[in-house]
C-alpha cells in the first residue's frame, strides 16, 4: 500500500524549473502579451473610424442618472440664494459653497434611498442655510421646506 502511495507523490511532483528555463519562459510571454496588444490596437484602429460606433473617451465620462439628479439638485439649492451669497467674504464664500456640494451629494444619496427620508433632507438644506449671517432663522427655515418641496418634486418627476 505504502508503495502505490509513494509512486502517486512521486508523479505528481514535477522537477523543479531552471532558473534560466523560467525567464526564458516569462520572456517568451511578455513577448507574446505585446504582440497580442500591438494585434489589438491595430484591429481598433482599423474599425473604428469606419464604424459608427465609437469607443467613449475615459476622460469624459458619460453622464448618469446621478449626474442628472446632483445637477438638479444644485439648481433648485442655488435659488434666491445669490444676493445673500454676494455679501459674504470670500472665505465665507468658499466654506458655503464646499458645504453646498456636501449637501447635495447627501441629498442625491438619500434621493437614491428606496424611502425618502424628507426629515433629514429638510435638515440638511436648513443646516446649510444657516451658514448665512445676518438672515433671520424663520425666513431661512421657510426657504428650506420651498427647496425641500421642489427637490421632492424632481424626485416623483
Not at 439649492?77 to 447627501?106: C, M, S, W
Request: aromatic share 6%; net charge neutral.
Amino acid at each position: 500500500m505504502k508503495d502505490l502511495n509513494e509512486a502517486n507523490i512521486e508523479q505528481k511532483i514535477e522537477a523543479p524549473k531552471t532558473p534560466e528555463s523560467a525567464v526564458e519562459t516569462s520572456a517568451e510571454n511578455k513577448a507574446g502579451e505585446q504582440a497580442l496588444e500591438i494585434k489589438k490596437n491595430t484591429i481598433l484602429e482599423e474599425t473604428l473610424p469606419n464604424s459608427k460606433f465609437q469607443i467613449p473617451n475615459s476622460a469624459q465620462p458619460a453622464p448618469t442618472q446621478v449626474d442628472q439628479s446632483l445637477v438638479q439638485v444644485e439648481k433648485v439649492l442655488e435659488e434666491n440664494i445669490a444676493p445673500y451669497f454676494a455679501r459674504l467674504t470670500p472665505d465665507q464664500q468658499h466654506k458655503f459653497k464646499t458645504e453646498g456640494e456636501k449637501v447635495t451629494k447627501e441629498i442625491a444619496q438619500c434621493l437614491k434611498e428606496v424611502k425618502v427620508n424628507v426629515a433629514k433632507i429638510f435638515q440638511l438644506i436648513w443646516v446649510w442655510l444657516m451658514f448665512l449671517p445676518g438672515v433671520n432663522k424663520i425666513f431661512l427655515q421657510q426657504e428650506a421646506k420651498i427647496k425641500t418641496d421642489k427637490i421632492l418634486k424632481l424626485c416623483h418627476s
